[in-house]
């Protein structure tokens, strides 16, 4: 495995667990639950995906598995944009700013890798 892919993994398994921990500070109230339960699935997915294709069987395989990655990429975003505009309290802007940002660059490595896997073909 190479240093980058490495990284990579590292960076995804730190954001799912930092995501966890984040939300499992935020208030609890019934109209929340959803959205938190949805970004808690689609922020630990991103990286067990990545993972996965680190075993793929095939380079359709693979670039399945970064789809998806890439795709729980996207719905982390928008399910971090529902909580930062439920949640308005000062305390949270900060760490909801810092989650999206990187939940963005996320999608964009993503994007590129599943871009190059296509290309490779």
């Keep these: 495995m190479n240093e980058k892919t490495q990284l990579l993994l590292d960076r995804t398994f730190k954001f ?3 995501m966890l921990k984040f939300l499992k500070k935020l208030p609890v109230d019934s109209i929340y639950k959803v959205p ?3 970004l808690a699935r689609s922020s630990v997915s991103i990286g067990a995906n990545y993972e996965e294709a680190q075993g793929a069987v095939s380079r359709r395989d693979f670039s ?3 789809g998806i ?3 729980e990429s996207l719905e982390s975003v928008y399910w971090l944009r529902i909580l930062k505009e439920l949640y308005q309290q000062d305390m949270y802007k900060k760490d909801f700013e810092s989650f999206l940002i990187e ?8 994007a590129a ?3 190059s896997s296509n290309e490779n073909k």
């Design 64 to 66: 399945h598995k970064i």
């Design 16 to 18: 799912g667990i930092n």
């Design 113 to 115: 890798i599943k871009k």
């Design 103 to 110: 939940a963005i660059e996320l999608k964009a490595i993503f």
């Design 36 to 38: 938190v339960f949805q």
């Design 69 to 71: 990655s890439y795709k």
